[in-house]
């Protein structure tokens, strides 16, 4: 079964870029790879998905592998509010539901 | 929008108790899921409704009932409580089953003594 593999922490320090990296190395032709977000204490927040291209939105940018089985988030310049525990996560085509991993805690330094 | 609501924040309940988790959203999403999270780990998929009348079980659905009567509302029922179930429950909700962005509810932490 197709799953992601993450650091369990990362830490960066305010206002420097943050590259978050993700393994798939199972993934399918046609699985989405999304990411998400929880803040301590809440839900997840959705921040970004692709499928082959790198995308860029105003929250953050995608950069994924040619050969798709890794990508990377990039927070371009991490604020304190950005402290919380990003999830890569793989979308199955055949049913659309998403396989969640264990995420990496991201630690913001002042 | 309130978005998506869950009640109760907190509960805690004894072994073979029976109780109803709510969840509900005032987007007219299709599309409402529940989720666990246990500590340390990502979410599991219990349970997930296509639509109003529609529901279909998830990875982890043994012990849990749910029912989808209204678009608006999706409440998920334990049936006879477990330790196991100790977790947080997360509600989400998107426009459809194929939809980019799921919102998620704050949770509900729930304890089984």
């Known amino acids: 079964d197709a799953k992601t593999t993450q650091p369990n922490s990362m830490e960066s320090n305010e206002e420097e870029p943050v590259h978050l990296p993700c393994n798939h190395s199972?993934?399918?032709?046609?699985?989405?790879i999304h990411w998400y977000r929880q803040l301590p204490s809440q839900g997840p927040e959705y921040v970004i998905h692709?499928?082959?291209?790198?995308v860029n939105n105003r929250m953050a940018s995608l950069a994924i592998a040619e050969d798709r089985k890794s990508s990377t988030l990039i927070l371009h310049r991490a604020t304190l509010r950005d402290a919380a525990v990003y999830y890569c996560i793989l979308r199955r085509d055949s049913n659309y539901q998403l396989i969640w991993g264990a995420g990496t805690k991201l630690i913001i330094k002042p | 929008n309130a978005g998506v609501t869950q009640t109760p924040k907190f509960q805690v309940l004894k072994t073979g108790q029976s109780m109803t988790l709510q969840c509900a959203q005032d987007?007219?999403?299709?599309?409402m899921s529940w989720y666990r999270q246990d500590p340390g780990m990502g979410l599991r998929l219990i349970h997930y409704?296509?639509?109003?009348?529609?529901?279909d079980q998830g990875e982890v659905p043994n012990g849990y009932n749910v029912s989808r009567s209204t678009t608006e509302d999706f409440p998920l029922r334990l049936l006879s409580a477990a330790p196991s179930q100790t977790s947080v429950y997360f509600c989400a909700s998107s426009y459809s089953d194929h939809s980019d962005t799921q919102y998620f509810g704050p949770g509900t932490r729930l304890t089984v003594l």
């Open positions: 199972t993934i399918s032709g046609t699985d989405y």
């Open positions: 409704s296509v639509g109003a009348g529609i529901t």
């Open positions: 692709g499928l082959t291209s790198n």
């Open positions: 987007m007219n999403h299709e599309y």
